[in-house]
Each structure stands twice: as C-alpha cells, then as structure tokens.
C-alpha cells in the first residue's frame, strides 16, 4: 500500500463511465433497428457483443496492470473508450456497430479494474471498504440512471446521442486521469506474472467444486438481470407501446429492487448464515420470474402488472449476489484471491454474454419469451447452489 492519495471522484467518474455504456442506449434499439435497416435481435447483440469483450478483457488487463502499472493502461483504456464511443454514434451498419462496441468495452473494462486495483494500492482497513462501498453504489446506480437519460437524449437528438455522451464521460474522465492521477502501483512492487503461471491458476480454481458453485450461481443470477436488460426495450417499446421517454422509468424498477435487497442482505449479515440468505433470495428470484412467466400465460403482462415481480426478483437477486460472490472469495486462499476475482468477473460477464445472446434470438410476440428465459436462469442459479455449494459441504 502506498501513502499517494487518489480523489475519489475519479474513481467513482471511472465506474460509472464504463457502466453507463452499457444501458444508456436500450430505449434506443427499437429506433436503432429501423436507423440501420437491420432486426431487433442484430441489434440487441450490440449489448452482447460489450459483454463478452468485458468477460474475456478481464483475464488480461488485471494482471497486465499489475505487471506495469495503473496509470498506462487506464489513459490507453480511455482513449480506447472515448474513440470507440464516437465510433458507435457513426456507425453506417450494425457489423460495424458491434465491432465498436467491442473496442469500446475493452476501454470500459480497463475502467473499472484499474480503478478498483487503485483502491488495493492506496487504501486499507476501514479506507478501503468504504472506497469499495463508494465504487459498488456507482456500479449499481449508474445503470439504473442511464435508460432515463438515454430516452431523454434518444427523443430528442436520436440514438446517436447516446453514444456521443459516453465519448464525452470517457474525454472527460481522461483528462481528469491526466491531471490528477499519479502512478500507485511503485515498480518494486509490480509483478511479472508468466502466463502458462497464471493459466495454472486459473486452472486450478476452475477445479473448486465450491468456488465454482459460488461463482456459478452469481453468473446466473446476473444472466437473469441482463436478459431482462437486453430484452425489455422489445418487450414494452415494440410489443407494449412504451416511448423510449417512459421506458427509463420502468425498468428502474429491478436495480431498484437490487439495491434493496443488498442493503438488507448486508444488515442480516450478522445475525443470518450466508448460506439462508442465498436460501431466501433464490426464492424470491424463482418466485419473481414465475410470477413473470404466469402473468404471460393468462395475457395480463403489461407494464404495470410486471413492476411487483421484476422487484421481487431483483429483491431476491440482491440476497444472492453479494453472499454468493462473499461465498467464492472465501472459498480460496488469501494468495489466490486477485486471480479468483478475475475468474469470477469472467464468469459473470460471460454468463451475462450469453443470455443476451439467446435474447437476442427469441422472437418476442409478449413476455412470454422473455420471462421463461429469466426463469429459468433463475432455477440454474438455485441449482449451482444447491448441487455444488451445498452438496460440497455436507459432511462426508
């Protein structure tokens, strides 16, 4: 740890940067479609082709920050990022579209790991937990703002204003890091990491039944989130009507639930196993996304009717995440714990990838479609609990 002090702002300027980008534009996929003469689902894999960069762009850029510093990477991230931003509002096609939302995730991701590596080299004890309280309410408040913002933008200056406004967060955020950040990683400290090492490692983990459970079920239960993300613009601006304008404020309904969830998750923490808390959000998650499935089957699935389970569910998702991304920490030695945060990132965004993938080929006539997709990743995740966090502690 070292005494360089690093403003906060930044930091928090640098989560939300790169987590803006990924749901300002969703009121905009209806338009966007039309825009660029292309379907819903090519569209909608503009969100996964971000999350699948971000997945794979995890395993590298922690430990190349680590083996030659913070400050590098983070300008070349931002540069990255502002370039591509402008890149997406150009873009003539949706091929070549998505191949600037790649590039403008690896920027993106450079964001939030850097950062959260600043927060390891300048902080510690109490300090540190709350720098990381701070960057967490940011990674959950951002994108609950950004549909909001982005069907203001979208109304009023079309789609590619979105996309102009995260090159200005990423300028912005650029320039801040060139006046203000100094290097916080000293060079006696870096380490070189061979990367048949770190495949070993990385190896390993992939071979902890328990870690792996953990990990699994965050993967799913965040598959669950992202699915209703990718698929809601569809779902209510095209199949229900929503203006791009109104849409923002219903889909703050399951960050909103999220957070709460997490806030009573943490304040139970002390009287509740971790265990009984993934019990009680596993349920309310199934019982959220049920509720979903069944209100479609009888054809009330409206908006309004969908607010109450979309807030079940992500209530229950908030109990979930948090334990079981705790459950996965300590399922490895303190040594191992930088590179089972890297895996479990991957598996998370990577699981996140796909579920928009398989959004972005249904074809959605209700919430029908949508629902059973979300249902299902949420049993997946009860089930990777189940099977190999619990089983796995059973006593032999």
């Known amino acids: 740890m070292t005494s360089i002090a690093t403003p906060m702002a930044l930091l928090v300027t640098l989560m939300v940067t790169s987590q803006?980008?990924?749901?300002?534009?969703l009121p905009s996929l209806p338009s966007m479609a039309d825009d660029l003469a292309t379907s819903q689902g090519l569209v909608q894999m503009t969100v996964s082709a971000y999350l699948g960069a971000f997945a794979l762009a995890q395993l590298v850029v922690g430990p190349l920050s680590d083996a030659i510093g913070r400050r590098r990477p983070l300008v070349a991230g931002l540069i990255?990022?502002?370039?591509?931003?402008?890149?997406?509002?150009?873009?003539?096609?949706?091929?070549?579209?998505?191949?600037?939302?790649?590039?403008?995730?690896?920027?993106?991701?450079?964001?939030?790991?850097?950062?959260?590596?600043?927060?390891?080299?300048?902080?510690?004890?109490?300090s540190a937990t709350r720098a990381m309280a701070y960057l967490g309410m940011s990674l959950a408040v951002a994108p609950m703002m950004a549909p909001l913002l982005g069907g203001q933008l979208e109304a009023r200056f079309g789609w590619q204003a979105n996309f102009y406004f995260t090159a200005l967060l990423g300028a912005g955020a650029l320039?801040?890091?060139?006046l203000t950040l100094t290097e916080t990683l000293p060079v006696e400290a870096r380490r070189h990491t061979k990367a048949a090492m770190l495949t070993r490692t990385y190896m390993r983990l992939l071979g902890m039944t328990r870690f792996m459970g953990y990990s699994l079920s965050t993967g799913a239960m965040g598959a669950t989130f992202q699915a209703f993300i990718a698929g809601t613009p569809v779902a209510f601006i095209v199949?229900?009507?929503?203006?791009?304008?109104?849409?923002?404020?219903?889909?703050?309904?399951?960050?909103?639930?999220?957070?709460?969830?997490?806030?009573?998750?943490?304040r139970m923490a002390q009287r509740v196993s971790r265990t009984r808390m993934i019990w009680i959000g596993s349920i309310l998650s199934m019982a959220g996304t049920g509720a979903m499935v069944a209100l479609a089957l009888t054809g009330y699935d409206t908006p309004y009717t969908l607010l109450l389970p979309a807030f079940v569910?992500?209530?229950g998702s908030g109990f979930v995440v948090p334990n079981s991304l705790a459950g996965a920490l300590?399922?490895?030695?303190?040594?191992?714990?930088?590179?089972?945060?890297?895996?479990?990132?991957?598996?998370?965004m990577g699981a996140a990838?796909?579920?928009?993938?398989?959004?972005a080929s249904l074809v959605q006539t209700s919430f029908l479609q949508l629902g059973s997709l979300m249902f299902g990743c949420a049993i997946l995740s009860w089930l990777f609990f189940v099977v190999?966090?619990?089983?796995?502690?059973?006593?032999?």
């Open 20 to 25: 803006v980008a990924i749901t300002i534009f």
């Open 353 to 359: 990838f796909f579920s928009t993938v398989l959004v």
């Open 313 to 315: 569910y992500s209530w």
């Open 388 to 396: 190999m966090v619990r089983r796995e502690s059973q006593p032999s």
């Open 330 to 348: 300590t399922a490895v030695e303190p040594a191992a714990a930088g590179s089972a945060a890297a895996i479990g990132g991957f598996i998370q």
């Open 239 to 266: 199949v229900m009507g929503v203006s791009p304008e109104e849409f923002g404020f219903f889909i703050l309904t399951a960050p909103a639930g999220y957070i709460i969830g997490n806030f009573i998750s943490s």
């Open 175 to 178: 320039i801040a890091t060139v």
């Open 80 to 126: 990255l990022f502002t370039i591509a931003s402008v890149a997406c509002a150009l873009a003539p096609n949706v091929g070549f579209l998505i191949a600037a939302r790649v590039v403008q995730a690896l920027g993106g991701c450079v964001c939030i790991v850097v950062a959260r590596a600043i927060v390891r080299d300048t902080t510690d004890g109490p």
